[in-house]
């Protein structure tokens, strides 16, 4: 089991290795925006990586273009929930109510 720790507000929820962010945020009841059901097509699910990004599955192509398409030049590491699987702890940022 990891853990995916959420700031701003420190909510922990716990994941098994190879699920998506956004799968166990919805397992736990945490809200999360997402509105194209995990087709990596919106980019509302979008968060910023503050520590662990090793224990996230590399970036894949699609998901790039569609942050790049939406964030323009990445500054910060970014990724979609939607396609973020996680193999370990995981510190991200998502600046909106969670629960």
Same mark, same amino acid.
């Given at each position: 089991m990891a853990t995916i720790t959420i700031l701003p507000s420190g909510l922990q929820i716990e994941v098994e290795a190879g699920?998506? /962010?956004?799968?166990?945020?919805? $397992? =736990?009841?945490?809200?999360?925006?997402?509105?194209?059901?995990?087709?990596?097509?919106?980019?509302?699910?979008?968060? /910023?990586?503050?520590?662990?990004? $090793? =224990?996230?599955a590399p970036l894949g192509r699609f998901e790039q273009r569609q942050l790049v398409a939406?964030?323009?030049?990445? /500054?910060?590491?970014?990724?979609?929930?939607?396609?973020?699987v996680v193999n370990g702890d995981v510190t991200i940022k998502k600046n909106i109510p969670l629960i």
């Open positions: 699920k998506t /962010i956004l799968k166990a945020a919805v $397992e =736990n009841e945490v809200c999360w925006p997402h509105t194209c059901g995990g087709k990596e097509t919106c980019g509302s699910c979008a968060y /910023i990586i503050v520590d662990g990004n $090793e =224990n996230l939406l964030k323009g030049r990445q /500054i910060q590491p970014m990724r979609l929930a939607c396609q973020s």
